[in-house]
């Protein structure tokens, strides 16, 4: 008697056979419902004209999917201007993603990128009352490496991804962050005064990344990059560490670029920014 073959999928897919069966008007369908609500999300209100010219569709194929999408509350249509635009129902099911979203499930795939390229330890950190606490890290592969351990938290006037949170803070957020004008010391490079903080913290803010040059750990360096919410309050940060010998002055620039740009995806992942 033969063996049977059995064929395992992840849950909430459909088999091989019922994913083929799916290229017909129903799929196109939809996804050109789902074209219709980006042009909507990108404009105060459009025409039903309007609308086709930017979707590439014919009006009549537009009209009938607007309509559709009306009656779920989707989008709406203004009859005194003829204006389509997105409804209260699409705010409802966006509302469900804030009610879910979490950081380090969303940015998990993009840092074990970063750490690959880079080959360097890489952090996610977020805000926790008065410090920071690292909520995901992918390790390098070398044997001297940076390590903080999940759930270690870290000063947020002394390490990158606290600075980077600082420099996009407002001014009033920050004074109440930082309390007194003596910090804590960690070493002898650590800012102890707001006023040398709040200097490094300008020269952050139009850089776009931060540098902990061995403020928190001797020997340690860091570049990181502060992630925002849809307010464009700082959350949390992304940030590469490493023994000083192998962030030398030359590779900070490079590292602090690349830092920035996947701090820029997280945002849009996280936010919508």
């Known amino acids: 008697?033969?063996?049977?073959?059995?064929?395992?999928?992840?849950?909430?897919?459909?088999?091989?056979?019922?994913?083929?069966?799916?290229?017909?008007?129903?799929?196109?369908?939809?996804?050109?419902?789902?074209?219709?609500?980006?042009?909507?999300?990108?404009a105060d209100g459009v025409t039903l004209s309007e609308v086709a010219r930017r979707a590439e569709l014919p009006t009549s194929t537009v009209h009938r999917l607007l309509t559709t999408l009306e009656r779920r509350g989707l989008v709406g249509h203004d009859a005194e201007t003829g204006h389509w635009l997105?409804?209260?129902?699409?705010?409802?099911?966006?509302?469900?993603?804030?009610?879910?979203?979490?950081?380090?499930?969303?940015?998990?795939?993009?840092?074990?990128?970063?750490?690959?390229?880079?080959?360097?330890?890489?952090?996610?950190?977020?805000?926790?009352?008065?410090?920071?606490?690292?909520?995901?890290?992918?390790?390098?592969?070398?044997?001297?490496?940076?390590?903080?351990?999940?759930?270690?938290?870290?000063?947020?006037?002394?390490?990158?991804?606290?600075?980077?949170?600082?420099?996009?803070?407002?001014?009033?957020?920050r004074r109440d962050w930082l309390g007194g004008d003596q910090l804590a010391r960690y070493t002898d490079h650590t800012h102890v005064s707001r006023r040398a903080l709040q200097a490094d913290l300008a020269v952050i803010g139009e850089r776009g990344f931060s540098i902990d040059d061995e403020e928190h750990t001797l020997g340690m360096r860091c570049v990181a990059a502060a992630i925002l919410d849809e307010w464009k309050e700082p959350i949390g940060a992304v940030s590469i560490s490493a023994p000083v010998v192998r962030m030398p002055p030359e590779r900070i620039a490079e590292l602090g670029a690349q830092v920035r740009e996947v701090a820029r995806k997280l945002t849009t992942r996280y936010s919508g920014l």
């Not at 019922?18 to 789902?34: F, W």
Request: proline letters at 4%; glycine letters at 10%.
């Open 86 to 173: 997105v409804g209260l129902g699409l705010f409802r099911i966006g509302s469900a993603y804030l009610r879910n979203r979490r950081l380090p499930e969303i940015g998990r795939a993009t840092i074990r990128e970063l750490s690959f390229a880079v080959n360097e330890t890489v952090n996610l950190a977020m805000i926790d009352g008065p410090e920071l606490i690292c909520v995901a890290q992918v390790e390098s592969h070398a044997a001297v490496r940076a390590f903080f351990r999940i759930g270690a938290r870290l000063p947020i006037h002394a390490s990158g991804s606290g600075k980077a949170i600082l420099s996009v803070m407002s001014p009033e957020a």
């Open 1 to 42: 008697m033969s063996d049977a073959v059995t064929t395992t999928r992840r849950r909430g897919r459909p088999s091989n056979a019922a994913a083929g069966a799916e290229t017909g008007g129903e799929v196109q369908s939809l996804d050109r419902a789902i074209a219709l609500l980006e042009v909507l999300a990108a």
